[in-house]
């Protein structure tokens, strides 16, 4: 097996080397590559600058500058492949209809790849909605750099046409493989991303060798890690990061390469016996051939060896790290938000307000729904502090909320009394609708 020392060297330090991100527009025509063309001079006609780089019989790459931002795709287009079978890849909503997949399988595959070099959830979206004004009439996308995950058309026309951002859970997959115990049941998991390598870092994975009560916060564990390592621009590895609260503490997490971090499965290890990748080459450690887990090299194809690091729960009291989510663990859990996923959701939750809007007046008076915002109420100069208020009035310009959390630091606002409340400080807003939850990122699921 390939050593990949570097790899996780340039990731700690922020210069790992970003993949191409990967798309397939799949459309209900058959297209040739004069209709290609065609397409792009519609969008350069729309006042974007498209700039042809070069083209052969098969592909086109183009630069796209809108807004002095330039962009490189390279785009191709092709007939689906005989053993596809696009209603069995993974779906990230389940708003595509089924009868959708065999138009599909008569129509064109439109391939748009491009490398992101900035900030990477700005590039997907600008890959995105190039992507929608090239193939408007698309079926459904697959992103190939995750796992071919399906995309829903449903996803992009409201992302695009409501400039609502990506999260940074819609740039991987995470694959969740267990083993049966008693009684059919769950006894052990593997839990590991596709799709993070497009963004400088490796891929993150869970091991967890006991049973589980439930899959509550896992995948926010997975995004709070990921979204630190990209707000800083590197990853940590084999050094403690704090990423969230618990009842029992501070939540804090290692990330080791998984061809070490296997030796540590089912043990308590202490950070002064963890390898310093600096100086050390990384490789597969001794493991206990008693002790057998999911994840491990037997279930590990060539595939499942590219660079990722392996999560772990790290006790500061002890100094020893461990699995996380011990059997039947069952706490509050509380991840925090880096700053820029915090304006990203602010963001979104401004640009969505409008829907929420409506379905409030609509709705308000039905027992079934419940309207909560959270706003960023000014104190002390610039501090903001981010609380939640049940909605009693929408009308512009005025919002009465009724006030649902104890403040902290804001001494003259008590919980269970009504505030006029400022748009501007609006940071975010759901709706509880019967077992229903809607948010800005899944609002599109329930509008139609």
Known sequence: MEVQTNSYRNAKEGTLERTFSDLIAVVPEVLTLDHLKERI???????????????????????????????????????????VHYEQYYRQDQTTPEEVFHQAYNGSEIFVRTLFTDDVLSNFYYQLE???????????????????????????????????????????????????GEQDEPSQYWFHTHGLSRAGITEVELIIPNRLASYYGIPDLFSTFVNNAIENGKLSINEPVTVGQSNSGYIQVIAVPWEEGLAYIGKKTYLFDLNDIEDDEVHLQP?????????????????????????????????????????????????????????????????????????????????????????????DGEEREHMWFDMQTIAEPTIIGLLINQPYYIDYMQEGNHYELNYEDLTDWVIYAGEDVITPSNLYQFIG
């Open 41 to 83: 001079s519609a969008i350069a006609e729309n006042g974007i600058e498209v700039k042809v780089i070069n083209e052969d019989e098969t592909s086109i790459l183009i630069e796209l500058n809108e807004n002095d931002v330039v962009t490189p795709f390279e785009i191709n287009i092709q007939l689906p492949h005989e053993d």
């Open 287 to 379: 493991i206990d051939s008693g002790y057998t887990f999911i994840g491990g090299m037997n279930d590990r194809d060539e595939y499942h060896q590219e660079p990722s690091c392996l999560l772990f729960e790290y006790k500061e009291e002890e100094g020893y790290m461990e699995c996380f989510f011990k059997e039947f663990e069952d706490q509050e859990l509380m991840y925090y938000k880096t700053t820029s996923e915090t304006a990203r959701i602010s963001f979104n939750a401004k640009h969505s307000f409008g829907y929420f809007d409506n379905i409030f007046n609509l709705e308000k008076e039905n027992e079934n729904f419940r309207f909560l915002a959270k706003f960023g109420i000014p104190y």
């Open 130 to 180: 190039f992507l929608w004004r090239l193939a408007p009439d698309m079926l459904f996308t697959l992103d190939l750099s995750a796992s071919t995950k399906l995309i829903s058309r449903s996803y992009i026309k409201y992302h695009i046409e409501n400039h609502i951002l990506p999260e940074i859970q819609d740039l991987y997959v995470i694959h969740s493989i267990y083993e049966g």
